[in-house]
């Protein structure tokens, strides 16, 4: 009976894997390096509370401006005022950090919620909350940021409010589409039918089951973002302010220098925020495909 | 911020006045080659281009060649005639009598055959500066002429209300022509003019392109002879870094003003010429008396003490420039050498600011009964511009070592000047005045000048200077006024209403193709019809 | 499908206008609002080389004949709006509606090439991922564009034209002052290349579409597709790649005119964003209502294209 | 009928690796089938017992991931002779510890490419498939009858598109769907499930297979509908005489239309034979899961005698670790003492117990 058969029930005839293919799989190794990074986080506000930084972050040296690399204990040179870079680079994100959290709340919460009021009630709510979003994705966001800094104070707190809100409209978007889509399939009718009370729907079988890994990507998105608009902010001037070290201000300072080509000053930073940003996207990716359990980059 | 011209300027008046009446000025017979571009690098883009309702130091350089004024002044910084051939003023000085130039003709207007220059112009464009619904600056400069009336085509007088010293000077600013702006009473912005101007210039207006490059082309006819470069471009940028990188790849021939970081890499490169003029400007930090703490002259002195101005001229500008310990620009007449800047003295400081009764705290932040002596520091925001970030993060440094805790507050250009000029919500600034022709100060310490919109932002108040800057308006002595100037120039340097900081020299770089080139300071562009570029360089 | 979509576009187009119509008011309204809160006097910047007094604040109104109170001067700008005049900037006195046609134009450009060019690098990603999964082949490149979607847009522009600037001298040609009109569209490549690389939704992009055609791919009628030995790209198309794509146009574009603004200054485009910055720095609010109009248009654009896709292509809406 | 065998599969073996269990899920676990031409093969079991899955891995329709497929599929045709696995191991790999698979690599591209290479001459071509339920399985963004014109351009006879329309309004006709040049244009969704399913069976006809695959197609729809669908099926069979390989859970639908039938159970065949033997209820030699299995339908017996359905006690198989016996002993009714530990410990092969009529029951090894 088994006479054909190649694929017997331990699986014989099929070749083994050679040794070095079998690594783990890439989500692990993204969420690794996504962990990695936030890890990193933690380490620098430990750095910054403890003093433990090579230099006071603050501390200038007037006779040693835009040190270039490995001078003397300044491992990545000075800035333009003669600030150890390194020390700075360190303090840098968390200029971002608490903001970006900010911006995410906002931007998670809200967005959910009128998601779910226009999914899950329609009709005119629906109406008028997409009205409301159409509004928002209108704006002129940079310009709108500058004003909005103007009439306050160039504080990233502020401009992360702003973030937050304008993004409102995605994740609004992304829950009622979820959850349009399980209508569809009439799953809340079924949960309905059940005698579910809405309330343990919307919270459990709606927002946990469905739309967590949508809410997980958008969460570390927003705070790739974050640092990007307050880097782009920092080129126009109005990101975070000096003496406070950012990456986007440092970026910007060093970039001063760029074409004279000096390129340590800004090059520093810049990759700080690549390898961040990366690792929240990467971070994103992974805990999706393995929530989901779905294959894929 | 105000309106100046030349301190220099002043100085040479009191020679000039006095040469009259003037050698008729030489056309252009230097038998250097015409020919040749010239593309200059503006950051930014001018507004407008016409003199009157323009206020930016771009439309101004524009229209330095554009248009002429009654007088002008030549390399040596002397007045000269340029509309005027010859000037009459009365022994009162209240009423001066132009004598104007008979062949000179406005730039053609498409379609139309030139018109002379008359009379009638420089009552228009008097007028039309005075008219109440025109918006300009000038105004309030020209506030102290009574009339002007038309004598005859080539005749105008002038009555002032009272006399006053160099007039003659301010009578510099730029005609235009009655037959310019379709309206004939007054200009705003929104005339046609003020974008396709005409005037009397070296150079004509040809058009301005999609990317706002403004292009300017030689006038034939000038009077004082067909200028040699035959184009000027102004090109506008964005960025500085760009800019001063177009320069060193020859995208363009000239930077008018040279960003500080840029002059290494410029002066590395033989291909170009820097070229040194006086800011015309002075920086300060400005204390807010209204601040308790500040109000005592120690604790201010005490600050000046402790900042390190030679350390931040030298590391930040390379040293190009003087620090100065008055409100007068170094080596004018008002300038009081006597008056040494104070030196760098921490300890000093630190003295001063016991005697006025703070001690160490704990946190090493100066007390004085429980008090901390902690100051906001407003600066406003510049795009790239990090010479102000240095200079305000070393002061929070240097003051940082005395223990004087400064919180440095960047703020949005229109709410800074909100700020400092109108809720007056701020401790310390730091900012820069343009010298004031005349170098007239009352607007900027006298107790009178105290309230929103006014320049004594700082509400400082001293009766002794008040009574000086009084006395200085009154006379028209010039020697009195410069003594009492001298004296000013001490009680605010030992008084520090500001910590005064410096003068910058200003570079303008261009390609060493272009050749005698003389800067005017502040006009920059007032001698361009002399310069030129060798046949062989114009390509 | 032709026909029977046309009506319901028909529909849509005139209901549409109507939100836009609604939208652009709103918009226009909260702008103002915004420019009213925010400190500085537009005219203050025609009084700039003095120290204005008050009273002569005052005397520019009195002279320019602008209301006092910020809703007058709103329903002055509204009502000429309604007749079609914007208004003239009161930095320069130019019309602002010719400024901005002038300059949208070059944004335009500059938005629209950079959308492109985004899809240009994210799609074939997408797409090979959804169909293959990660692959030897696919995983650098998905690299790649997660790192090129985390670098700030202006260091980038600065790395490029310096490439080209010391590597190729190209510079003259970079900002249109070379006459040489073989290279001069360079010129126009360059912005859009880096804008379209770093407005940072590279990343975003490539996972959005790759998961709406990985699930498209799951359906049942796709198994069907390959059962008949049709081609998959041709079955999925429309759902997994027409609907997505028409939606990512939609929402970035405000992304990517945000980017504008830094990448035209670095490059020294004459384009909106940098009016727009300019403006927003003068308080110089006719430019900028207008301008916020401009882009609410242009958004509200993005957003008609989308739904004239989705009901083109879903029969269900029709 | 002739009796020359167009599709011979022999110990087909599709598995499924379960990442979190660490396990195969042998969903297919070695079957062995021939279907001859003309003939009609009913394929009948308990969903779970993979039926389907048979048929997706004879459309190499195995894209789950990974998905490890062996064994041999003969498709004969005039012209055609292929193995339509060929090769396909080599794209496979298993990463072991000690002897514990711990994780499958697929080189998916690969084995995409050879499956696309298999197939191409196969798909829409030789073999076509009806799917269960229609409405999933046809493109909602596209008219039926744009899809069925499109199977027939696929199968290549027809060049020309007007032709082809042609072609595709005869074959809606075909399947009885009324006012067809009506519903040419309309989208599946404006349908109902069973005018769906005929659009389906138009566009499976329409090319014209040499073989028919229909899996399960009467199920999600409702009864009336059901049998409607089946009249259908018989008359085309009548009518064009296809050889189909009939799936599905639904025995009368088997005994309706199959002349022959297999009995599938837990991956693997129980009973294969001529479908008259195999589902007459009262025949006695037969395997007891066929026995439980139409003893749970109603029928005239049944309804004469007023007796009650019986439902066959115990679960469908766990198929991940099957037992070393035979697969059905857990729920069998028939065991005798004395070959109890055989079931237990051996699985029976399959054996002719009459000519053409083969069983995997120790009952018939005496």
């Known amino acids: 009976m088994k006479r054909y058969s190649q694929l017997s029930r331990h699986v014989g005839a099929y070749s083994d894997l050679p040794f070095w293919k079998k690594a783990a799989p890439v989500e692990l190794l993204y969420v690794g390096y996504g962990l990695l990074v936030v890890a990193l986080v933690v380490v620098s506000y430990i750095l910054g509370a403890t003093h433990?930084?090579?230099?006071?972050?603050?501390?200038?040296?007037?006779?040693?401006?835009?040190?270039?690399?490995?001078?003397?204990?300044?491992?990545?040179?000075?800035?333009?005022?003669?600030?150890?870079?390194?020390?700075?680079?360190?303090?840098?994100?968390?200029?971002?950090?608490?903001?970006?959290?900010?911006?995410?709340?906002?931007?998670?919460?809200?967005?959910?919620?009128?998601?779910?009021?226009?999914?899950?009630?329609?009709?005119?709510?629906?109406?008028?909350?997409?009205?409301?979003?159409?509004?928002?994705?209108?704006?002129?966001?940079?310009?709108?940021?500058?004003?909005?800094?103007?009439?306050?104070?160039?504080?990233?707190?502020?401009?992360?409010?702003?973030?937050?809100?304008?993004?409102?409209?995605?994740?609004?978007s992304l829950i009622k589409g979820k959850i349009q889509f399980l209508k569809e399939r009439d799953f809340i009718e079924a949960a309905i039918a059940l005698g579910l009370k809405s309330r343990v729907i919307i919270l459990k079988h709606i927002l946990w089951y469905n739309c967590r890994t949508v809410l997980i990507i958008q969460a570390t998105l927003g705070m790739a973002e974050a640092i990007l608009i307050e880097t782009s902010l920092s080129y126009l001037g109005f990101g975070v302010q000096e003496p406070t070290p950012s990456w986007g201000n440092m970026v910007q300072a060093g970039a001063n220098y760029f074409m004279q080509g000096k390129f340590w000053p800004s090059t520093a930073p810049a990759l700080a925020i690549l390898v961040t940003i990366m690792g929240f996207h990467l971070l994103g990716d992974g805990l999706n495909t393995i929530l989901e359990g779905k294959r894929g980059t | 911020m105000k309106r100046l011209t030349s301190v220099l300027l002043i100085m040479s008046l009191m020679v000039c006045v006095v040469m009259l009446p003037w050698t008729e000025a030489k056309g252009r017979t230097d038998g250097n080659p015409n020919g040749g571009t010239l593309n200059y690098g503006e950051y930014g883009r001018a507004a407008t281009l016409d003199p009157i309702t323009s206020n930016d130091m771009i439309s101004l350089r524009i229209s330095e060649l554009i248009f002429n004024g009654l007088v002008g002044i030549d390399e040596k910084q002397e007045i000269v005639p340029e509309l005027a051939e010859r000037v009459q003023m009365s022994d009162d000085g209240l009423k001066y009598t132009f004598y104007l130039r008979k062949d000179v003709t406005w730039h053609p207007k498409?379609?139309?055959?030139?018109?002379?220059?008359?009379?009638?112009?420089?009552?228009?464009?008097?007028?039309?500066?005075?008219?109440?619904?025109?918006?300009?600056?000038?105004?309030?400069?020209?506030?102290?002429?009574?009339?002007?009336?038309?004598?005859?085509?080539?005749?105008?007088?002038?009555?002032?209300?009272?006399?006053?010293?160099?007039?003659?000077?301010?009578?510099?600013?730029?005609?235009?022509?009655?037959?310019?702006?379709?309206?004939?009473?007054?200009?705003?912005?929104?005339?046609?003019?003020?974008?396709?101007?005409?005037?009397?210039?070296?150079?004509?207006?040809?058009?301005?392109?999609?990317?706002?490059?403004?292009?300017?082309?030689?006038?034939?006819?000038?009077?004082?002879?067909?200028?040699?470069?035959?184009?000027?471009?102004?090109?506008?940028?964005?960025?500085?870094?760009?800019?001063?990188?177009?320069?060193?790849?020859?995208?363009?021939?000239?930077?008018?003003?040279?960003?500080?970081?840029?002059?290494?890499?410029?002066?590395?490169?033989?291909?170009?010429?820097?070229?040194?003029?006086?800011?015309?400007?002075?920086?300060?930090?400005?204390?807010?008396?209204?601040?308790?703490?500040?109000?005592?002259?120690?604790?201010?002195?005490?600050?000046?003490?402790?900042?390190?101005?030679?350390?931040?001229?030298?590391?930040?500008?390379?040293?190009?420039?003087?620090?100065?310990?008055?409100?007068?620009?170094?080596?004018?007449?008002?300038?009081?050498?006597?008056?040494?800047?104070?030196?760098?003295?921490?300890?000093?400081?630190?003295?001063?600011?016991?005697?006025?009764?703070?001690?160490?705290?704990?946190?090493?932040?100066?007390?004085?009964?429980?008090?901390?002596?902690?100051?906001?520091?407003?600066?406003?925001?510049?795009?790239?511009?990090?010479?102000?970030?240095?200079?305000?993060?070393?002061?929070?440094?240097?003051?940082?070592?005395?223990?004087?805790?400064?919180?440095?507050?960047?703020?949005?250009?229109?709410?800074?000047?909100?700020?400092?000029?109108?809720?007056?919500?701020?401790?310390?600034?730091?900012?820069?005045?343009?010298?004031?022709?005349?170098?007239?100060?009352?607007?900027?310490?006298?107790?009178?000048?105290?309230?929103?919109?006014?320049?004594?932002?700082?509400?400082?108040?001293?009766?002794?200077?008040?009574?000086?800057?009084?006395?200085?308006?009154?006379?028209?002595?010039?020697?009195?006024?410069?003594?009492?100037?001298?004296?000013?120039?001490?009680?605010?340097?030992?008084?520090?209403?500001?910590?005064?900081l410096w003068t910058l020299t200003n570079y303008a770089a261009y390609h060493k193709r272009l050749r005698h080139v003389a800067i005017h300071p502040y006009k920059f562009f007032s001698f361009a019809d002399g310069w030129y570029i060798p046949e062989h360089d114009q390509q | 499908m032709k026909l029977t979509s046309v009506r319901p576009v028909a529909t849509l187009l005139s209901r549409e206008l109507g939100i836009t119509a609604l939208l652009l008011f709103g918009v226009s309204l909260v702008v103002f609002l915004v420019l009213y809160l925010s400190p500085g006097d537009p005219f203050s910047l025609l009084l700039q080389g003095q120290m204005a007094t008050a009273a002569a604040r005052e005397g520019v109104r009195e002279a320019l004949g602008v209301p006092k109170a910020w809703y007058g001067q709103y329903l002055v700008w509204i009502g000429n709006m309604l007749q079609g005049n914007f208004g003239t900037s009161i930095r320069s006195g130019l019309p602002v509606l010719n400024e901005i046609v002038r300059v949208g134009i070059n944004t335009l450009y500059l938005t629209i090439g950079s959308m492109f060019v985004t899809l240009l690098v994210a799609v074939p990603i997408a797409l090979s991922s959804a169909r293959r999964g990660t692959t030897a082949l696919n995983w650098p490149f998905t690299m790649f564009a997660y790192v090129v979607s985390a670098l700030p847009v202006f260091w980038l522009g600065y790395i490029v034209i310096y490439i080209f600037m010391h590597k190729f001298g190209l510079f003259p040609i970079l900002f249109r002052f070379s006459r040489d009109q073989g290279l001069s569209w360079l010129y126009f490549l360059l912005p859009i290349f880096v804008l379209g690389i770093g407005n940072g939704t590279i990343s975003e992009v490539v996972?959005?579409?790759?998961?709406?055609?990985?699930?498209?791919?799951?359906?049942?009628?796709?198994?069907?597709?390959?059962?008949?030995?049709?081609?998959?790209?041709?079955?999925s198309f429309k759902e997994g790649f027409l609907i997505p794509i028409s939606e990512i146009i939609a929402s970035k574009i405000p992304f990517i005119l945000g980017g504008a603004v830094v990448v035209e200054q670095v490059f020294n485009w004459p384009g909106m964003g940098r009016m727009a910055w300019q403006a927003a720095q003068d308080r110089d609010y006719p430019v900028i209502m207008g301008i916020a109009i401009a882009t609410a248009v242009l958004v509200r654009l993005g957003t008609l294209l989308q739904r004239v896709v989705y009901i083109m292509v879903n029969p269900r809406t029709s | 009928m002739t009796n020359l065998p167009i599709l011979e599969i022999e110990g087909l073996r599709t598995y499924f690796f379960a990442k979190s269990k660490q396990a195969f899920i042998r969903a297919v676990d070695g079957v062995d089938l021939r279907i001859n031409r003309g003939e009609t093969l009913g394929l009948v079991g308990e969903s779970g017992s993979g039926k389907s899955i048979t048929a997706l891995s004879i459309m190499g329709l195995i894209s789950a991931e990974p998905g490890v497929i062996s064994g041999r599929i003969g498709f004969k045709t005039d012209g055609i002779a292929v193995n339509l696995l060929r090769g396909l191991e080599e794209y496979v790999c298993l990463a072991r510890k000690e002897g514990r698979v711990m994780e499958v690599r697929k080189d998916c591209v690969g084995w995409e490419k050879q499956v696309e290479l298999l197939m191409g001459t196969i798909r829409g071509k030789e073999i076509s498939v009806i799917f269960q339920n229609p409405r999933s399985s046809l493109n909602p963004f596209i008219p039926i009858g744009k899809q069925i014109t499109e199977a027939i351009l696929l199968k290549g006879r027809i060049k020309n598109r007007r032709e082809a329309k042609q072609r595709a309004l005869y074959w809606l006709e075909q399947v009885k769907i009324d006012s067809p040049r009506l519903r040419f244009d309309s989208y599946p969704y404006g349908l109902s499930g069973g005018m769906c399913q005929r659009a389906m069976v138009a566009m499976a006809l329409a090319s014209e297979p040499s073989l028919l695959i229909a899996d399960e197609p009467t199920t999600g729809l409702d009864a009336t509908i059901q049998s409607k669908i089946v009249d259908l099926l018989h008359e085309l069979k009548s009518a064009f005489n296809v050889t189909t390989m009939l799936i599905s859970h639904d025995i009368g639908v088997i005994k309706r239309l199959s002349d022959s039938a297999a009995v599938m159970y837990g991956g693997t065949l129980m009973e294969y034979g001529p479908a008259g033997d195999i589902l007459r209820v009262d025949r006695e030699s037969k395997h007891p899961y066929t026995a439980a299995l139409l003893a749970s339908i109603p029928s005239e017996k049944h309804i004469k005698e007023k007796a009650y359905l019986q439902a066959i006690e115990g679960d469908v198989l766990d198929t991940i670790n099957t037992p070393d016996g035979c697969r059905f002993y857990a729920r069998c009714n028939r065991v005798t003492e004395g070959i109890r530990e055989k079931c237990q410990s051996h699985e029976p092969a399959l054996r002719e117990i009459s000519p053409g009529h083969c069983v995997r029951c120790w009952l018939y090894f005496n």
């Not at chain 2, 005592?296 to 003490?305: H, N």
């Not at chain 2, 006025?356 to 090493?364: I, N």
């Open chain 1, 52 to 172: 433990l930084l090579p230099h006071d972050p603050q501390e200038m040296d007037l006779q040693l401006l835009m040190a270039p690399p490995g001078t003397a204990d300044h491992l990545l040179g000075t800035d333009f005022v003669g600030r150890d870079l390194l020390s700075r680079l360190i303090l840098g994100i968390q200029a971002y950090f608490l903001p970006g959290l900010l911006a995410i709340a906002i931007a998670l919460t809200l967005g959910t919620f009128l998601g779910v009021l226009a999914g899950y009630r329609g009709g005119r709510i629906d109406t008028a909350i997409s009205y409301g979003a159409n509004l928002i994705d209108s704006f002129p966001r940079l310009v709108l940021i500058l004003l909005m800094v103007a009439a306050f104070k160039p504080d990233i707190y502020y401009i992360m409010v702003i973030v937050g809100l304008t993004n409102v409209p995605v994740v609004l």
């Open chain 2, 110 to 500: 498409e379609g139309e055959e030139p018109k002379a220059f008359t009379a009638d112009d420089v009552i228009f464009t008097y007028n039309v500066m005075m008219h109440p619904k025109t918006i300009t600056s000038l105004k309030v400069r020209f506030e102290f002429i009574e009339s002007a009336t038309k004598i005859d085509d080539h005749t105008v007088e002038f009555i002032l209300k009272r006399p006053i010293l160099n007039a003659l000077a301010k009578f510099s600013f730029k005609i235009i022509p009655k037959h310019g702006p379709e309206n004939g009473e007054f200009l705003t912005r929104e005339d046609p003019f003020v974008h396709k101007p005409i005037g009397t210039g070296p150079y004509i207006l040809r058009n301005i392109t999609g990317d706002h490059e403004v292009i300017l082309v030689a006038n034939e006819d000038y009077f004082h002879g067909r200028p040699h470069i035959d184009k000027f471009i102004a090109k506008p940028f964005a960025d500085q870094n760009i800019m001063s990188q177009a320069l060193m790849f020859n995208a363009i021939d000239m930077i008018v003003l040279v960003n500080p970081r840029d002059i290494p890499q410029i002066q590395g490169d033989k291909h170009f010429v820097l070229q040194p003029y006086n800011a015309l400007s002075y920086s300060f930090f400005g204390y807010n008396t209204r601040n308790p703490l500040l109000a005592d002259k120690r604790v201010r002195k005490a600050i000046t003490y402790a900042v390190n101005r030679q350390e931040m001229l030298d590391s930040f500008f390379q040293g190009q420039g003087t620090i100065i310990s008055g409100p007068f620009a170094p080596g004018s007449w008002a300038y009081n050498l006597d008056v040494q800047p104070l030196s760098y003295a921490p300890e000093k400081a630190i003295e001063l600011l016991n005697e006025a009764g703070f001690v160490q705290g704990g946190d090493g932040i100066m007390e004085k009964d429980g008090e901390k002596l902690s100051l906001t520091l407003k600066v406003p925001i510049e795009k790239e511009s990090e010479a102000v970030k240095r200079v305000v993060l070393a002061f929070k440094n240097y003051l940082g070592k005395i223990g004087v805790d400064i919180q440095a507050e960047f703020k949005e250009w229109l709410s800074w000047k909100e700020d400092v000029f109108l809720t007056h919500d701020f401790d310390v600034i730091f900012a820069s005045w343009v010298f004031d022709d005349s170098a007239d100060i009352t607007s900027l310490f006298h107790s009178s000048e105290i309230g929103p919109w006014m320049n004594n932002f700082g509400a400082y108040s001293n009766p002794e200077v008040d009574s000086f800057i009084v006395e200085s308006k009154l006379t028209l002595d010039h020697e009195k006024r410069r003594t009492i100037y001298r004296r000013l120039h001490s009680i605010l340097a030992d008084e520090c209403p500001y910590t005064f």
């Open chain 3, 207 to 235: 996972r959005f579409l790759r998961e709406e055609m990985s699930r498209v791919l799951a359906e049942d009628y796709i198994r069907t597709a390959r059962a008949k030995g049709a081609s998959i790209w041709a079955h």
